[in-house]
T-cell receptor, first 114, second 113 residues
Framework: NAGVMQNPRHLVRRRGQEARLRCSPMKGHSHVYWYRQLPEEGLKFMVYLQKENIIDESGMPKERFSAEFPKEGPSILRIQQVVRGDSAAYFC????????????FGSGTQLSVL | GESVGLHLPTLSVQEGDNSIINCAYSNSASDYFIWYKQESGKGPQFIIDIRSNMDKRQGQRVTVLLNKTVKHLSLQIAATQPGDSAVYFCAENMYSSASKIIFGSGTRLSIRP
């Protein structure tokens, strides 16, 4: 019973490029959350998705960031025209319930923007 | 509440002693609280949770205490072991009306041999 799978583990991009981060939730989980973490800080909520729906994107920057969770396939966090300030660890979590209870986290994607 | 850009506070504990990690949460409407453990290079790992209708909950070697009056949460780890070295985060959620968990700023626990 695989846990939450995130890939790539490390992603290096140059300024202006696009970054795509993928997250496959645990089997049977239809609720996905994305968080961002800077060094020595806590996790900051970005977006909460259910299959084919964005439920809460209050933590997403208004520009350049988007997220989706299609009917088939992994959830994708997309960052267009990356800047150095986007460098961070991005964590995905999944849950079988809609109330944000007992989230199970992946190992994260470390994004480095050169 | 939301974490801020500060260096993590560190708690240093002798191996075998008990550890107590404290957290002040921000929202008086929060009714569900969780402690997570994060080891270096890994995602947060669920430790224990508690709902607002309780003030104490015990797990294996861990106990969570909730004081709603002063909006304070604590995690007690009994007989601390080297494997307990990690950053510990408290998190809160308005279970009845919100869908996202908000993380606190974290405490680094280091174990002295």
């Amino acid at each position: 019973n695989a846990g939450v799978m995130q890939n790539p583990r490390h992603l290096v991009r140059r300024r202006g490029q696009e970054a795509r981060l993928r997250c496959s939730p645990m089997k049977g989980h239809s609720h996905v959350y994305w968080y961002r973490q800077l060094p020595e800080e806590g996790l900051k909520f970005m977006v909460y998705l259910q299959k084919e729906n964005i439920i809460d994107e209050s933590g997403m920057p208004k520009e350049r960031f988007s997220a989706e969770f299609p009917k088939e396939g992994p959830s994708i966090l997309r960052i267009q025209q990356v800047v150095r300030g986007d460098s961070a660890a991005y964590f995905c979590a999944s849950s079988p319930k809609p109330e944000g209870e007992k989230l199970f986290f992946g190992s994260g994607t470390q994004l480095s923007v050169l | 509440g939301e974490s801020v850009g500060l260096h993590l506070p560190t708690l240093s504990v002798q191996e075998g002693d008990n550890s107590i990690i404290n957290c002040a949460y921000s929202n008086s409407a929060s009714d569900y609280f969780i402690w997570y453990k994060q080891e270096s290079g890994k995602g947060p790992q669920f430790i224990i949770d508690i709902r607002s209708n309780m003030d104490k909950r015990q797990g294996q070697r861990v106990t969570v205490l909730l004081n709603k009056t002063v909006k304070h949460l604590s995690l007690q780890i009994a007989a601390t072991q080297p494997g307990d070295s990690a950053v510990y985060f408290c998190a809160e959620n308005m279970y009845s009306s919100a869908s996202k968990i908000i993380f606190g700023s974290g405490t680094r626990l280091s174990i002295r041999p």
